[in-house]
């Protein structure tokens, strides 16, 4: 048997000169180009060798016009799904998308009608708002309940926000954006009951899927009694393999009605395919290769959000120890106005963090740490953080 490559993601790698929007854009957002980016939920982690040199093998033949979808790139999103997710996908049901929040905008322009309502979990990933909103819908909220350190789902309110009239479709984040909630079993039976009473789709972004640290197991919205005939399940290799710049994304719709529905809105935006090195990647990363580098990912991952999280609790406020994502999701509430905060993260401590206000109201106040770092720099900076809130 063939060794298996040891990764290392300690080796801290520059990106400058790469245009990654998390450094320069850096000015725009923050006031000052040169502070330490823990923001934009990309990685400082390199991609897997065998991907980047599926890329250059391609890139070594010097034409790159329009590209067929071609039967490797479904048969990986099968191996993955039924491999790492215990999923029976039919590759009739895979629809290539350039990114999930592309599938995003698709489903509340072809499951709601202008002014329906889109029922959401907030705080969550700020376009699951953006994009009901642009395309003239509501969002129709039911917050999460941060208890014990951890979101829980108040099924009161989602019923409330599931049983309006115009509610017609449901954006959930499986696993949750900001606070690394794997939801459970039981969590996405009631979830799904309540959407099959009250005749609302689930689009399940499924985009952290890989990113889940055991005991805790990811359940694809799939694989839940009674979602088959009302989901829409969207997933990327943007998250796991550092890919999201190569826009490859798909979603999966068993059920033949939503899928065709699906499909028409994407032909319409003629946004129904994948780019040419997407493809590529899709393809060469969803392996068995691709499943050992993101064991040893999610190991190198699990250990960084524990101990941000753990320094951060030094402080006294309440930190999600994430049970999935490679983000911390922190409460700084207790030191202040939130731009106040912001100045002090920026100017004192020399870090950019998510503000929690990109994921809806109720993430005013909290703060949200990107850890996929090397540890080298990830936790000088977060004992700079304690420090500059310590004072
Ligand atoms: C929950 C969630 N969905 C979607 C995205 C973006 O996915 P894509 O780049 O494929 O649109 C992100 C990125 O942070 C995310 O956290």
């Not at 330490?36 to 980047?52: G, K, N, R």
């Not at 309540?194 to 972004?205: G, K, M, R, T």
Request: one cysteine or more; charged letters at 20%; a negative charge.
């Amino acid at each position: 048997m063939d060794q298996e490559v040891v990764y290392d993601f300690d080796a801290a790698v520059s990106r400058q000169g790469t245009h990654a929007e998390k450094y320069d854009a850096l000015e725009k957002f923050f006031g000052k180009g040169d502070v330490e980016p823990f923001w934009v939920a990309d990685m400082d982690l390199p991609s897997p060798a065998f991907l980047v040199d599926a890329l250059r093998e391609r890139l070594e033949h010097p034409m790159f016009g329009y590209t067929e979808q071609y039967d490797a790139v479904f048969d990986s999103i099968v191996w993955w799904m039924r491999d790492q997710h215990a999923a029976a996908v039919e590759r009739s049901w895979i629809s290539l998308s350039p990114s999930v929040v592309t599938s995003i905008s698709n489903a509340v322009q072809v499951y709601t009608e202008p002014g329906d309502a889109v029922a959401v979990l907030s705080p969550v990933y700020g376009p699951f708002f953006t994009y009901v909103n642009v395309n003239g819908r509501q969002v129709a909220d039911g917050p999460l309940l941060a208890r014990d350190g951890r979101f829980e789902i108040d099924f009161a309110l989602l019923e409330k926000a599931l049983a309006r009239p115009d509610t017609k479709l449901m954006l959930l984040c499986n696993p949750q954006n900001p606070g690394g909630r794997v939801w459970t079993l039981d969590e996405l039976e009631k979830l799904v009951e309540l959407c099959a009473a009250n005749n609302v789709v689930i689009f399940s972004d499924e985009i952290h899927c890989d990113i889940v640290y055991p005991p805790n197991r990811h359940i694809a919205l799939l694989n839940v009694a009674g979602a088959a005939e009302r989901c829409v399940v969207a997933h990327s290799i943007g998250k796991t393999f550092n890919a999201s710049g190569l826009q490859a994304s798909f979603a999966i719709i068993p059920d033949a009605g939503l899928r065709g529905r699906f499909r028409a809105g994407a032909d319409r935006a003629h946004a129904a395919d994948v780019n040419l090195l997407g493809k590529v990647a899709l393809a060469s990363a969803l392996s068995p290769a691709g499943a050992a580098y993101k064991r040893q990912l999610v190991a190198y991952l699990r250990e960084n959000t524990r101990l941000v999280s753990e320094r951060l609790r030094a402080l006294g406020i309440d930190v999600m120890t994430p049970e999935a994502t490679f983000l911390v999701w922190s409460d700084f509430r207790t030191f202040g106005p939130w731009k106040d905060v912001f100045k002090r993260l920026v100017n004192d401590a020399n870090v950019a963090l998510s503000g929690g206000q990109f994921f809806g109201p109720a993430g005013e106040g909290w703060f949200r740490v990107n850890c996929a770092h090397p540890r080298s720099l990830l936790l000088p900076a977060v004992d700079r953080i304690v420090a500059t809130f310590r004072r």
